[in-house]
């Protein structure tokens, strides 16, 4: 009896250990993903083209239709399909496309139970093919096929890295921007099929993992760095300067805001300054990208995140980090000029942009530099970059950024309304979208652009 006992928990253990690796395995075997294209739902309309469909249930209970077929939740965990009562889970499949409520995916379907009163609608799809289904969301199909495959590789990477994300319903994926939007067969495209087809399970990985994958679509010259936006530091998202100066339609970008409706917005996110009167850029970036913004109001001043304040204030509007307050022109990104904002730096002396001489300006009159330094610089003039390359590495050891040093002080606008003048679209991490279109213009291949924005990643292969 006492070794009966003893063995009762471990038979246990080992059904659950059994039962969760199916269900994990069944969830997305090889290369397939599951969607959850609609979930709690209590009724879906499915059919095929040019096929039959074939549902089966839970019991293993078979029937098939020619034509669309109404399933409705009957009772917990079992629905009807036509007058054919079924016990969820139920496979809907067939040799050509399913339709679900006149949509067309690859793949097949499984309706899971939810919660005993809806079902969730799940397609389990082809890794390959779900690309073809997500990538028109994200990317112009004109675009030259190497950008196109870099964000295929993106995108694969992103599904595989993101799997189980909803396990808890069921599915791997959610069909919205909460994971990556799918449409399935509708939003295929030939061109991005072809940049899926010719990176099949190409992805991504940082020391053997799959790599994380963020982009945007337009740096404004500089990507930020993921821990200014996010706060965690990852060694491959580190903000540089775009290889290349590119235009796109959000090169620059400017909006006017009224302090009365910043203020209604800001109070229902609970941050109060009694009436706001002004606010201004707090920090920025080593590139000049805000990294907070101050409130000043009738109550005193107070400090938020920008990306925050972007997020409130909406990202279609406030397009980006990127900006300034208050004046006529965006903050100027910097260059590769020697004086690298990764700090990587390359020693050599090379010629002042208009921009590093500013800098050079604002640092002297901070007293940054020593007598010494200001003696070389004197004497050799071609060594201003070094300096100010050494300079912008001290500062930053101090928190204190560049582009804020050369703003400082600054005044609070007056008025009634502010106007955000800035540079790109996106939180600015990782991929630049027409970076990576101007790069391709200029002949570099997906590796190579994938290679500059997520440094010491590398490209492997999944098989399947
Ligand atoms: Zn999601």
């Known amino acids: 009896m006492k070794k009966k006992g003893a063995l009762f928990p471990w038979i246990f253990t080992i059904a659950i250990f059994l039962s969760s690796f199916a269900l994990r395995v069944d969830a997305s075997p090889g290369g397939m993903i599951s969607v959850g294209i609609s979930t709690g739902d209590s009724k879906a309309a499915f ?49 050509g496309l399913v339709l679900w409520n006149n949509r067309p ?10 919660g005993g009163r809806s079902f969730n609608v799940v397609n389990l799809v082809g890794v390959e093919d779900y690309l073809k289904g997500v990538l028109k969301m ?81 740096s404004g010259g500089h990507t930020a760095d993921v821990a200014s936006v996010w706060g965690s530091s ?33 109070s229902s996110k609970g941050i109060n300054v009694g009436n706001l009167t002004s606010l201004q850029v707090g920090s920025t970036d080593r590139a000049g990208r805000a990294e907070t913004i101050i409130l000043k109001g009738t109550a005193g001043l107070t400090t938020i995140k920008s990306s925050q304040f972007r997020t409130f204030m909406g990202s279609n509007r406030i397009r980006s980090t990127f900006f300034t307050i208050g004046g006529e022109t965006p903050p100027m990104p910097l260059q590769s000029t020697g004086v690298s904002p990764t700090g990587v730096s390359k020693g050599e002396p090379v010629p002042l942009t208009p921009k590093d001489e500013q800098l050079l300006i604002a640092f002297t009159k901070k007293g940054v530099f020593n007598a010494e330094e200001l003696m070389d610089m004197l004497i050799r003039p071609e060594n201003r970059s070094i300096h100010l390359r050494r300079a912008m590495e001290r500062q930053s050891g101090n928190n204190t950024s560049l582009a804020s040093a050369a703003k400082m002080p600054t005044s609070f606008p007056t008025g009634t309304a502010i106007t955000f003048s800035g540079r790109g679209w996106g939180h600015g991490v990782g991929m630049s979208q027409w970076g990576a279109k101007s790069l391709s213009e200029s002949g570099w291949d997906h590796r190579r652009i994938l290679q500059y924005y997520f440094p010491g990643t590398a490209i492997a292969k999944v098989s399947y």
């Open 105 to 114: 995916y690859r793949g097949y379907f499984r309706l899971i139970a939810e």
């Open 47 to 95: 059919s095929a083209k040019n096929s039959s469909l074939t549902l089966t249930d839970a019991s293993g209970k078979k029937v098939s239709f020619t034509s669309a077929v109404q399933i409705v939740q009957k009772s917990p965990g079992i629905v009807t399909a036509g007058s054919t009562s079924l016990k969820l889970p139920v496979l809907i499949k067939s040799n």
């Open 234 to 266: 990852i060694p491959y998202l580190k903000g540089k300067p775009e290889p290349l100066q590119y235009e796109s339609p959000y090169s620059s970008w400017q909006v006017t805001l009224s302090l009365s409706e910043i203020q209604r917005i800001l």
């Open 138 to 218: 994200e990317v112009n199909p004109a675009w030259p096929i190497e950008a196109l495959k870099a964000q295929a590789i993106i995108a694969r990477t992103y599904a595989f890295r993101s799997r189980n994300k909803h396990g808890s319903s069921g599915f791997d994926l959610c069909p919205t921007d909460h994971c990556q939007v799918y449409r399935g067969v509708n939003a295929e495209d030939a061109a991005l099929s072809r940049a899926v087809d010719s990176t099949r399970g190409m992805v991504l990985k940082y020391q053997g993992a799959f790599a994380a994958t963020f982009y945007h679509s337009d």
